[in-house]
């Protein structure tokens, strides 16, 4: 399977983006999804997660300002990010797995996920 990530860019604080990633497979068979973060000089966060059931799971840094959502007819992953802050300024990736992601929080463990996108930078100033 091949994720192909999009809209992310450049805003000022308290700005808001949609991420998008097109997934080649239905991604109905793909029952574990997830949106990561990479910033400069630190590791890849798990910042969202959904699973097939629509049941979904947040990092507490984004919480109430991230929705993740999916959409099976267009095999379409996207993440709604507002509010954002320097902090938030990362490359985002999205990842997909054919395995079964219980308990929910797995979404947001790279290691649940074998098939990843190649990142959309997202920039926010002050």
């Known amino acids: 399977v091949q994720l192909v990530e999009s809209g992310g860019g450049s805003v000022q604080s308290g700005g808001s983006l949609r991420l998008s990633c097109a997934v080649s497979?239905?991604?109905?068979?793909?029952?574990?999804m997830g949106w990561f973060r990479q910033a400069p000089g630190k590791g890849r966060e798990g910042v969202a997660g959904?699973?097939?059931?629509?049941?979904?799971a947040y990092a507490d840094s984004v919480r109430g300002r991230f929705t993740i959502s999916r959409d099976n007819d267009e095999n379409t992953l996207f993440l709604e990010v507002k509010k954002l802050q320097p902090e938030d300024t990362a490359m985002y990736y999205c990842?997909?797995?054919?395995?079964?992601?219980?308990?929910?929080?797995?979404?947001?463990?790279?290691?649940?996920?074998?098939?990843w996108g190649q990142g959309t930078q997202v920039t926010v100033s002050s």
């Open positions: 990842a997909a797995d054919y395995a079964w992601c219980d308990p929910v929080s797995l979404t947001l463990r790279r290691g649940a996920y074998k098939h």
């Open positions: 959904i699973r097939s059931d629509g049941i979904t």
């Open positions: 497979d239905n991604t109905d068979s793909t029952y574990c």
